[in-house]
């Protein structure tokens, strides 16, 4: 497994910097082909949502974010729409909102712009090479009247194979055919006949994004033209959806120590390590802050940084950049490459503290998973240090960080297209957060807190937005005591994982103190576990290596389009007789759409339930297995009915431990969320 402290209290909500008076998405799809989609007439009136949904449901909750989005699907095209598919291994499965638009050579999709704008981001996906490691592809990107441009897209760091830890080749053979798989219901090695495995197997991974400076601001109204050009090397380019920036203009430091002083190349031709290395040493000696101005660095190992702040023009215009090294002998640590990222010193060398590192990206080369590998964008351990407005991409956590260490704020920080975690608060971190922060297309958790060894304290998560997790959760606590989780936005997880996890894992210390899960809202989550062959739930609680009992209460959030259940509670086959979990608390729940349950239950233990209001529920509202031995006596986990609860999903007859058991039930796809009135 590649797996602050802030309170909420007090805080301003978190809005959107953008008002969502955009007229809703559904009526604004041209279909594929007809006449409004292939003449060149004004542009639709844009479509902002969050997540893919309609703004005034997310109010509150997730990053505070200086672009609007918007869903290709929703735009005008001369492509084709995919989707909606909720399945692992498809591109519209992976896409934010579950839909994305297919474009042949020569088609095209327009955006109108809902505000004055001079950046993008698109999210897209084009073919991997026929033998793997990706290829690359022009896409003409014009706006208003401007001359067009041209984006050089890759997949090079996309499309993984196979079975965890995954590999770039989609001609391999099964990483691990002495583990059960579903395509066959069997452990291929243990078969006969040995099973045909269809290649490649299990593609996944499959978007990437790509930001681009305009270099003048266009006013709202302009439309935005995507086409794959005729000629192009791919096959069909996916367009998924499309950011809207106004970025501020470069910052800059006059009385700083300026990196360029001590030998930095800013055009990336020449390596700066040495140069930061120096330029650092020499900011800590006279303790001013070390500015990286615009320009692209290129630096191919981490820098190590101790009492010391380093501040970039802006994550648009000052980047550093790095390619992956091979290692001539593996490092101490296991690492058998190096390269770009700032790291604090080992905690076993006593960490490092006072780092301040604000305004700038870190561009990475990682390609493949190497689970010992140090190839983060940010690492090590930072006490009492702050992580601010950066954008961190192709490495293979964003920031990974060993405790013990105390004391780390992550705020206004982008990670996008990691191999592994988004950010892993791993052994030890206390009285540390991150907030206002946006992770999309984690290749595991995207933001996660692992207790291993030594345990977590006092931490929080808080309004962020978590965008398609490929792998996992989107937030997992594994273990910890006094922990926070709080005005989220999580969409889209795909497979083997869902939108939050509470989960006894990983050899974690217990769960103790106040957990707290409060004020976020899921949409799509609930998916289907590929091992188990069942469906999870948007929360879900998982006892493995001990049984979860600590004060646990979850309150005030929005589970919405669930794939399948939207709470779950489970325990391992292997240990469902040792493990409970016990005395979570839900209240101030809002339940629009499951595919199948409210309420999956399969473990002993118990969980109580006050104003948790459920609707267009799939199945029974309760499915409650218990420990799976069916006792005369009812199911081995109890529920609770505090008050309040409506939607008819908590009737008297499933309580308090009525055995409804259905392993698998029929998904019922349920509409989509409304507004509350």
Same mark, same amino acid.
């Given at each position: 497994m590649q797996r602050s402290v802030e309170g909420t209290a007090g805080r301003r909500p978190c809005v959107p910097r953008i008002l969502a008076a955009a007229v809703t998405a559904a009526a604004l799809v041209a279909p594929p082909g007809s006449a409004a989609a292939a003449t060149a007439t004004p542009g639709p009136a844009p479509a902002v949502t969050r997540a893919a949904l309609d703004p005034a449901l997310v109010a509150g909750r997730g990053a505070t974010v200086d672009y609007v989005e918007q869903e290709a699907e929703n735009a005008r095209t001369t492509g084709t729409v995919i989707g909606p598919?909720?399945?692992?291994?498809?591109?519209?499965?992976?896409?934010?909102? !579950?839909?994305?638009?297919?474009?042949?050579?020569?088609? =095209?999709?327009?955006?109108?712009?809902?505000?004055?704008?001079?950046?993008?981001?698109?999210? =897209?996906?084009?073919?991997?090479? %026929?033998?793997?490691?990706?290829?690359?592809?022009?896409?003409?990107?014009?706006?208003?009247?401007?001359?067009? !441009?041209?984006?050089?897209?890759?997949?090079?760091?996309?499309?993984?194979?196979?079975? =965890?830890?995954?590999?770039?080749?989609?001609?391999?053979?099964?990483?691990?055919?002495?583990?059960?798989?579903?395509?066959?219901?069997?452990?291929?090695?243990?078969?006969t006949p040995a099973p045909v495995i269809t290649k490649p197997f299990r593609p996944h991974h499959f978007y990437d994004e790509q930001r681009l400076l305009l270099g003048r601001t266009h006013r709202a109204g302009e439309v935005v033209r995507l086409t794959a050009p005729t000629g192009t090397a791919a096959a069909w380019t996916v367009i998924d959806l499309l950011d809207a920036h106004l970025v501020a203009p470069p910052r800059v430091l006059p009385h700083a120590v300026n990196v360029l002083a001590f030998g930095a190349d800013p055009t990336g031709r020449r390596e700066s390590a040495a140069a930061f290395d120096r330029a650092v040493a020499y900011a800590r000696r006279v303790d001013r802050p070390l500015y990286l101005p615009p320009g692209t660095f290129q630096v191919n190992r981490h820098v190590i940084v101790d009492d010391v702040t380093i501040v970039g023009a802006g994550s648009w215009y000052t980047v550093v950049k790095g390619r992956e090294v091979a290692l001539d002998t593996p490092a101490p640590d296991g690492s058998r490459h190096t390269g770009v990222g700032f790291y604090g010193r080992d905690a076993a060398d006593g960490g490092s503290r006072h780092v301040h590192l604000s305004g700038f990206a870190i561009e990475g080369d990682v390609r493949e998973r190497i689970d010992t590998d140090q190839v983060n964008a940010i690492g090590g351990a930072l006490n009492h240090s702050t992580v601010d407005g950066l954008y961190l991409h192709h490495t293979k956590v964003g920031m990974w960080f060993d405790g013990p260490m105390t004391g780390l704020r992550v705020t206004d920080t982008v990670i996008a297209d990691q191999i592994a975690d988004g950010l892993n608060f791993h052994t030890g971190v206390t009285h540390s957060s991150v907030t206002d922060s946006v992770v999309r297309n984690s290749g595991d958790d995207a933001l996660a807190m692992w207790s291993e060894g030594t345990a977590n304290a006092s931490n929080t998560f808080a309004y962020n937005t978590v965008q398609s997790p490929v792998l996992a959760n989107g937030i997992a606590l594994y273990g910890g005591t006094d922990l926070t989780v709080a005005h989220n936005l999580i969409a889209d997880p795909v497979r083997e994982?869902?939108?939050?996890?509470?989960?006894?894992?990983?050899?974690?210390?217990?769960?103790?103190?106040?957990?707290?899960?409060?004020?976020?809202?899921?949409?799509?989550?609930?998916?289907?576990?590929?091992?188990?062959?069942?469906?999870?739930?948007?929360?879900?609680?998982?006892?493995?290596?001990?049984?979860?009992?600590?004060?646990?209460?979850?309150?005030?959030?929005?589970?919405?389009?669930?794939?399948?259940?939207?709470?779950?509670?489970?325990?391992?086959? %292997?240990?469902?007789?040792?493990?409970?979990?016990?005395?979570?608390?839900?209240?101030?729940?809002?339940?629009?759409?499951?595919?199948?349950?409210?309420?999956?239950? !399969?473990?002993?233990?118990?969980?109580?339930?006050?104003?948790?209001?459920?609707?267009?529920?799939?199945?029974?509202?309760?499915?409650?297995?218990?420990?799976?031995?069916?006792?005369?006596?009812?199911?081995?986990?109890?529920?609770?009915?505090?008050?309040?609860?409506?939607?008819?999903?908590?009737?008297?007859?499933?309580?308090?431990?009525?055995?409804?058991?259905?392993?698998?039930?029929?998904?019922?796809?349920?509409?989509?969320?409304?507004?509350?009135?």
């Open positions: 598919d909720r399945s692992a291994y498809t591109l519209a499965g992976e896409a934010s909102g !579950r839909r994305a638009v297919r474009l042949l050579p020569g088609q =095209y999709v327009e955006f109108t712009l809902p505000r004055a704008t001079n950046a993008l981001t698109v999210r =897209y996906s084009i073919p991997d090479a %026929p033998g793997g490691g990706g290829i690359t592809a022009p896409l003409r990107v014009a706006v208003g009247r401007a001359p067009a !441009r041209t984006m050089t897209l890759t997949s090079q760091y996309a499309w993984l194979y196979n079975q =965890y830890p995954f590999t770039n080749d989609p001609d391999a053979d099964l990483l691990h055919p002495d583990w059960w798989i579903t395509e066959c219901s069997c452990v291929p090695a243990a078969t994982g869902s939108a939050i996890q509470i989960g006894s894992r990983f050899g974690a210390e217990p769960f103790a103190g106040r957990i707290r899960v409060t004020g976020n809202t899921t949409v799509r989550a609930g998916t289907y576990d590929l091992n188990w062959n069942i469906g999870l739930g948007a929360i879900w609680f998982y006892a493995l290596d001990r049984s979860i009992d600590a004060d646990i209460q979850v309150s005030g959030d929005a589970y919405l389009d669930n794939t399948y259940n939207a709470i779950m509670l489970v325990s391992d086959w %292997p240990v469902k007789d040792n493990v409970r979990i016990d005395n979570v608390r839900f209240r101030d729940i809002r339940v629009d759409g499951t595919g199948t349950s409210v309420v999956s239950a !399969r473990t002993a233990g118990g969980a109580s339930f006050a104003d948790v209001d459920a609707r267009n529920v799939g199945a029974v509202g309760v499915n409650n297995c218990g420990s799976f031995h069916f006792t005369p006596a009812g199911s081995e986990f109890g529920l609770t009915d505090l008050g309040g609860n409506d939607g008819g999903w908590l009737a008297p007859w499933l309580l308090p431990n009525t055995i409804t058991c259905d392993d698998r039930p029929p998904v019922v796809p349920p509409p989509p969320p409304s507004t509350p009135t």
